[in-house]
């Protein structure tokens, strides 16, 4: 299928999984001015939502809480840590299509961001159980899912960050996006595509995105979690899951090999715990006008001002705070 064709037939094949629109595309791209790089483009995925939160969750749970609905469920149980932006998304756009969402956590980091995201967690109706660890999360996941069974319905599970071959379409449409803003000439066709990596479904859909747009750009997914496996492998194994979702649903695509590379020494001491580049990347960001945290756009940020790399280099910021 080429790249045109797939562009016309991408409405339609939506059309034949459960979807349901919680943002407005596209996402803007633009030039970033007063860092030490002067090619460092930026798709600015922080507004997206129509709600209380945004961020690159939201394009997941497009595809993951319709499908949901399609079950006749009425709970979602899912994993994260205590500052889980993943978590706090599902719990308010579940909220708006009746969905009750289940979180256990375990521990992170403490710090300002965390405190203020438990305080959103609390705010958002989502039941929470501190399991604190994942081996205790594991063990206590079937007590879990038996507490929170209605009549005979149990829980959905969504795995940590969404990042099921369903989820990752969400960022397959988004490189298409991505695609359709370079050949309008809005920006140049990246090189490279800078992205942090915490479950893995925003860097593989990605690259599968920008393999089935045409675009030749290769995608640098910046490890920030050690809890998951997260290698290039992992990461393509992910998107070839989802290119075979797309198949079973009439897309006759057969993309080139993936350009995607996961990167791991921007991580630090593991996950949540802040390093002094993201911290500085940070406040490099901020001079741009973007807003990052500590945990995932900072250290991803970090890559793309810190790696050699030959332009045009484009960060996807996948924070989505709202006041």
């Keep these: ?91 308010l756009y579940g909220r708006e299509l009746g969905i009750d969402t289940v979180l256990a956590l375990i521990d992170q980091p403490e710090d300002e961001h965390v405190r203020e995201q438990r305080r959103r967690l609390r705010a958002s109706g989502a039941t929470i159980h501190l399991t604190r660890t994942k081996p205790l999360t594991i063990a206590a996941a079937p007590w879990l899912f038996l507490r929170h069974t209605h009549g005979l319905r149990p829980p959905v599970y969504l795995p940590a960050g969404g990042s099921s071959p369903i989820g990752v379409l969400g960022y397959v449409e988004a490189a298409l996006e991505l695609g359709e803003q370079v050949a309008a000439g809005e920006l140049p066709e990246p090189r490279y595509v800078v992205t942090a990596v915490g479950s893995g479904g925003t860097a593989a859909g990605l690259a599968l995105g920008c393999a089935l747009a045409g675009l030749r750009s290769q995608v640098l997914g910046v490890v920030v979690n050690d809890t998951l496996p997260l290698g290039t492998r992992d990461l393509v194994r992910l998107a070839e899951r989802t290119a075979t979702v797309l198949r079973r649903r009439g897309a006759a695509i057969d993309p080139p090999p993936l350009r995607l590379v996961s990167i791991h020494s921007y991580l630090g001491e593991g996950y949540g715990h802040p390093t002094p580049e993201a911290a500085a990347a940070a406040d490099v960001a901020a001079t741009a006008g973007l807003r990052l945290e500590p945990v995932y756009t900072a250290k991803g940020f970090a890559a793309a001002l810190a790696l050699d790399l030959d332009g045009p280099v484009l960060f996807l910021n996948t924070y989505g705070p709202r006041p």
């Design 1 to 91: 299928m080429s790249t045109a064709r797939l562009h016309r037939r991408w409405p339609e094949l939506r059309q034949t999984l459960p979807f349901h629109r919680l943002g407005n595309a596209p996402t803007p791209v633009r030039r970033l001015t007063g860092t030490v790089r002067d090619d460092l483009w930026c798709k600015d995925e922080s507004g997206y939502g129509s709600g209380g939160w945004g961020g690159n969750k939201v394009r997941k749970l497009e595809w993951l809480l319709p499908e949901v609905r399609r079950r006749g469920a009425r709970t979602v149980f899912t994993v994260g840590a205590t500052g889980t932006n993943w978590g706090l998304t599902a719990a």
